[in-house]
């Protein structure tokens, strides 16, 4: 028998299964809940005989299936708020942002309103299955959260979580490394920074003490010591919470900090597909097109390779520019000591309150000449459009190339 992915949503399965009157037990349609009836959202309102009706979407079912019902019916105190939270953002945007006093006796809302509450239960319900997406992929114990209070702009279509580099055929991103540190409390004289011509990169806060351009040589997977060495911060993932939200001046999707950053602690790692020089050359054409690439040039030792995180990558895929940024980028060997293939961290260069939002230089000098940009991706050696520069720092240069 022939697999292949299921690319329905599972409401969108179990709509069918009830349509259809079947049963599934894989996806929660059995003969006992093949009848049930939850609240998904609310869709519209109005006033009959003095009684309030709401339209109810049902979790599940078909929307040929909504039901006008009276209120004292509802148990969901979270969705009626958000109902009326909606109903009142609405208004407040029609109004330029000037609240707007509903009337209690109402008989009807305009189709206009009915649309605009329903586009938001849908953004939210997409938002909310896609953190919980998010959380799933990711392999380290911080959470990720969505937020978008600006437009009603959705998940990305085209864009899938990984955790690591996902070479392009052809290309191996491990050199079989199979020797490792002898130390049993790193640092020692022979760890492995030692053994690769360099210092320990961290000082005993577990902090980076090593200035921008050198390289963070990691313990590996063979080394003798066990997690809590010193020396393994990279390959640990993500230690802090993170927000990926909607910007509200035009540049799109951004991230931000749940909790407050030290300087020099290790942020998140920088990843995406990798790929030949000569095919992100390739790609950076038609990007320029359509507006958008995420080009990292992987120039350490050569220009073989270039990371391209546009559709593969982690939270880093979202992270803005800034001509003032709060992050730094370092090269790190740990299970691969190939030169041309070093894995990108972001570092703070300063203290980062929670809430702030995380930002590094696109063209970032020191550790490497990067060309990753979500609105143009652009490197020295090519010449792109220039595109405006809207992060808003006093020092900046006015174009992101």
């Known amino acids: 028998a022939w697999y292949v992915p299921c690319l329905a949503s599972l409401e969108t399965l179990q709509e069918l299964c ?25 869709c519209d309102c109005k006033v009959e005989e003095g009684t309030e009706y709401y339209l109810v979407k049902w979790k599940g079912w078909p929307e040929s299936s909504n039901t006008w019902e009276p209120q004292k019916n509802l148990q969901c105190p979270l969705l009626l708020q958000n109902f009326f939270n909606d ?26 309103v009915t649309e605009y509450i329903v586009k938001k239960a849908k953004q939210r319900i997409a938002l909310q299955r896609w953190k919980e997406e998010l959380n799933r992929k990711k392999n380290h114990k911080a959470m990720i959260l969505v937020e978008n ?24 991103v491990l050199n079989g490394i199979t020797t490792g540190c002898e130390c049993t409390d790193c640092p020692a004289e022979k760890c492995c920074p030692k053994e690769a011509g360099f210092i320990l990169a961290y000082n005993k806060r577990k902090k980076l003490k090593i200035q921008p351009g050198l390289p963070i040589y990691e313990c590996n ?60 050359e390739r790609r950076g054409q038609l990007y320029d097109n ?25 939270v880093s895929h979202f992270v803005n520019h800034s001509c003032d940024p709060n992050l730094q980028v370092f090269n790190v060997f740990i299970d691969n000591l190939d030169l041309r293939l070093p894995r990108i961290a972001l570092f703070s260069t300063r203290t980062i309150k929670a809430g702030e939002e995380l930002t590094f ?22 010449k792109r459009i220039r595109t405006v520069c809207k992060c808003g720092a006093v020092c900046c240069r006015g174009y992101l190339n």
């Open 18 to 42: 009830r349509k259809e009157n079947l049963r599934c037990k894989s996806i929660g349609i059995t003969n006992r809940s093949l009848k049930s009836y939850e609240v998904e959202y609310l």
């Open 221 to 280: 997977s063979f080394c003798r010591c066990g997690p809590d060495c010193p020396n393994r911060i990279v390959q640990k993932g993500t230690p802090y919470s993170l927000c990926i939200f909607r910007t509200n001046n035009g540049r799109g999707w951004g991230v931000k900090t749940l909790q407050k950053i030290k300087t020099n602690s290790f942020v998140m790692e920088y990843v995406g597909e990798v790929i030949t020089s000569e095919e992100a």
């Open 361 to 382: 230089d696109y063209q970032m000098k020191g550790s490497m000449d990067m060309s990753s940009d979500s609105a143009d991706g652009l490197c020295p050696s090519r």
């Open 290 to 314: 359509q507006g958008n690439t995420y080009l990292f040039d992987l120039d350490y030792d050569s220009d073989e390779f270039t990371v391209d995180a546009a559709r593969y990558g982690n």
């Open 87 to 112: 109903k009142n953002e609405y208004f407040s945007r029609v109004r330029e942002g000037k609240a707007l006093k509903v009337r209690n006796h109402y008989k009807a809302l305009n189709p206009a």
């Open 149 to 172: 209070t600006v437009d009603l702009e959705g998940p990305p279509l085209d864009f899938y979580y990984i955790n690591e580099y996902k070479p392009a055929p052809g290309i191996n």
